[in-house]
């Protein structure tokens, strides 16, 4: 039996905001995932990236696709 060989990537997904908290396109990010979706990406998945006191810098999304 032959294993599947993997390729993997980030994608870095910048959150902005301060005082009234994230600023995040939910409808551009969706978009995103379903273009990598068709390319044949799948999402493992997510993790914030902080900058201290709680604060969100920015969110990073693991996917894996079969290798060719």
Known sequence: MQRTRWEYMTLDVGVSGFWLGPDLDGERLTEKLNELGQAGWEALGI????????????????????AD
């Open 47 to 66: 993790t914030a990236m902080e900058t201290g006191n709680g604060r969100t810098r920015n969110l990073v999304i693991l996917l894996k696709r079969p």
